[in-house]
């Protein structure tokens, strides 16, 4: 698995880039991230983005109460803004927690590149990680591109690597990793893109294309679901989601979710929003999945 791992990178290191690439604003969503590991981001992006290319980075802060996100976050700002002039770092704060689909909402609305990629805040971007996405959404803006992830431990920042996969989805409306189409493997090319159901949750987008078809929904409350929904979203408008091996992020897990200690509830409400919205006569398969009557939705009061 090794062999194959490196010969794939291989590839991408011998690929080549359009020069002319649509801009890009950069938006990281947290809430009570450690000030350690937003640095890290935001290191990250600035010195492994090409300069011409990001206009700018967002932070959309869902009303985090930790301290050292304000005074000590704030000096770091600054000092980062001094040593690169030509930069813009902007702040959006929720006077509430609004939860993920509002938060990335928040971001695009605050961007204004060409592209907008709307990350986790627990993430390190790979060098050349910005430009194969540029380059997929350069040649169709209808697409909606993902990286490929790796793993890094919380507890010992060691990476572990894994290789291109979808991102799938199951009756519950949860996110897994799947094998891509029986076609893609014919390439026998393990850095060229692959078709996905739906993203894992970072997700690089046209900005204008993204807002034609909506955007996220802000309705999808706390964690869960908003994913699978962009997912369906964008393959019914008309618009298609690629998962594309040449870009790697790192990505940290956290020892829990931020919001709530059991996201169960929320995320059988938003199942069953996307169920009632999108899935027509399979949306049966929802309930079940959730072992929930028939009759029970998002809007007959389950909330």
Known sequence: MDGWMDGWMGKCATKVYPEQLPSLSVV???????????KRAIHSIIHRTPAHLLKEIILVDDHSTNEDLRGSFDF?????????????????????????????VSGWTAAS????????AHIEV??????PLLAQIKADRTVIVSPVFDRVNYYD????????????????????????SPE?????????????????GILVADRAFLGEIGTLDAGMEVYG?????????VW???????????????HIERAHKPYISDLSHAMKRNALRVADIWMDEYKYHVNIAWNLPFKVSAYNGYK
């Open 28 to 38: 990281l969503i947290y809430l009570n991230e450690a000030l350690s590991i937003l």
């Open 76 to 104: 770091y700002i600054a000092a980062t803004l001094k040593q690169h002039p030509q930069l813009k770092i902007l702040r959006v704060r929720h006077d509430g927690q609004m939860g993920l689909a509002h938060a990335r």
């Open 113 to 120: 590149a060409d592209v907008v990629a709307i990350l986790d």
């Open 126 to 131: 790979n060098v050349q990680w910005a430009e």
């Open 157 to 180: 920042l060691e990476v572990v690597r894994y290789i291109p996969a979808a991102h799938a989805f199951d009756w519950a409306l949860w996110c897994m990793y799947e094998s891509f």
């Open 184 to 200: 893609w493997y014919t390439h026998n090319d393990a850095s060229i893109p692959g078709k996905s159901p739906s993203v894992m």
């Open 225 to 233: 679901g908003e994913n699978v929904e962009l997912g369906i979203r």
């Open 236 to 250: 019914t408008c008309g618009g298609s989601i690629e998962v594309v091996p040449c870009s790697k992020i790192a």
